[in-house]
């Protein structure tokens, strides 16, 4: 892809300083985080440094100050060595702080945004329960209003930074009688499940955030792939939330939280394009040295052909992303585009990793080359922020909307 399409000179600076960590500080460690699912609290933390947790939100909330094209560009490159790093990155970005970004009070930005955009603390999203997932307006959670606060109960599912994080954006039935026009949002807190982990690393943990009692992190999901990235339940009983820490007006969380995933898509799109293109590189490199027959097995047109699908894919992937993000900076609507690019892209990572798997032979097969990784890495790229079905479903709704 012709860089100049899409990005100026402060995003390619920024697409050399994250390569370069990816290659450098990421990369050698992330097999070993893959093995033993733990949290890489050393390489975020460096994460942190250089400022990839905060890359869109402006310095006077303590992020970087860049552009939306840069975030991306952020993501993309990171997943090309590790997509749980990539997800920590959007995840937090996106879904931990964004909300608040955008629908919190002033107070609301002033207290919490500057812990995030900084990364001294993680943040995440709370949306999908056992019984709403692709169904997110089936909401069960309730938050009763109480005088001046609200009593929240019931559970999310498959939360990223459930765990590590210390600061939630998360949705709750206020009115079940009005659907999904009864579904609010709020601001919890809670410690890290790791404080002294986080404390030795200085990140992830704040005291002075309040500890809200009754809201907790349920059990660590054992993971297919993004096995370094914190996934867990969010569990609330009988938490008592002040009504100053519901976000926006009653009855908007649901409209809000869909506004956060068409963002959330773009997203997504990056961490499931830098993984097919990661698998490619490993590929590309593989064929060059691979000896077979007497001769590297990139002279075989069977190797050459799936190297030449993946490689056109992933021009074509790049496309939908960045365009996709190109509309969301200048704020134009971009929802279809946004689920363009994350089908595209995710459908894409399964294809590149399968055949970068192939092209590797047995080798691909086991852990001592990445792209078995990322092979497991990909899957969860078609299930994640709406699957594959639900944005088939959400481009459909904006094309016959067009007709009218």
């Keep these: 892809m012709d860089d100049s399409l899409y990005f100026t000179n402060d995003n390619l600076a920024v697409r050399e300083m994250v390569r370069a960590f990816a290659r450098d500080e990421v990369a050698p460690i992330a097999a070993r985080f893959d093995a033993s699912a733990e949290f890489p ?3 975020v933390a460096r994460m942190a440094e250089l400022g990839l947790l905060g890359v869109p939100w402006d310095e ?4 970087a100050g860049l552009d939306l094209m840069s975030y991306v560009i952020a993501i993309h490159e990171m997943a090309k060595v590790c997509p749980s790093h990539a997800i920590t990155i959007s995840a937090h970005t996106t879904l931990g702080t964004s909300p608040i970004v955008h629908m919190g009070t002033e107070a609301q930005r002033a207290r919490y945004v500057p812990l995030l955009a900084s990364g001294r603390v993680l943040g995440g999203f709370g949306l999908t329960e056992e019984g709403a997932g692709s169904d997110a307006g089936g909401t069960r959670t309730t938050a009763v ?8 109960n019931g559970s999310k599912r498959f939360i990223t930074h459930a765990g590590v994080g210390e600061i939630f954006s998360v949705t709750a039935v206020t009115d079940a009688s009005k659907g999904t026009k009864g579904i609010s949002s709020f601001i919890l807190t809670k410690p890290t499940v790791d404080v002294a982990a986080a404390t030795a690393h200085g990140i992830g943990h704040d005291p002075s955030l309040p500890a809200m009692a009754g809201f907790r992190a349920g059990k660590k999901e054992d993971k297919l792939g993004w096995r370094a990235s914190d996934t867990r339940e969010l569990l609330f009983d009988n938490v008592e939330v002040p009504v100053e820490q519901r976000l926006g007006e009653e009855g908007q969380g649901f409209i809000n939280f869909m506004k956060t995933l068409d963002a959330g898509r773009i997203g997504m799109a990056a961490v499931a394009l830098g993984t097919a293109e990661g698998a490619f590189e490993q590929a590309l490199s593989y064929a060059a040295t691979r000896q077979q027959f007497g001769q590297p097995i990139a002279r075989f047109q069977g190797v050459q052909f799936p190297l030449a699908d993946m490689a056109m894919e992933i021009e074509a992937g790049a496309h939908l992303l960045y365009a996709a993000t190109r509309l969301a900076m200048h704020g ?7 689920a363009m690019a994350k089908l595209f892209c995710s459908e894409l990572a399964m294809r590149a990793t399968t055949k970068a798997v192939q092209i590797h032979g047995g080798y691909g097969y086991t852990k001592e080359y990445a792209v078995e990784r990322l092979f497991r890495d990909a899957k969860i790229c078609e299930i994640g922020e709406g699957t594959s079905e639900i944005q088939r479903i959400v481009i459909a709704r904006h094309l016959l909307r067009d007709l009218n």
């Design 60 to 63: 006077s909330l303590g992020g």
């Design 145 to 152: 209003r109480k005088g001046d606060h609200y009593v929240l």
């Design 332 to 338: 134009r609507p971009f929802g279809k585009e946004a």
């Design 41 to 43: 609290w050393a390489t």
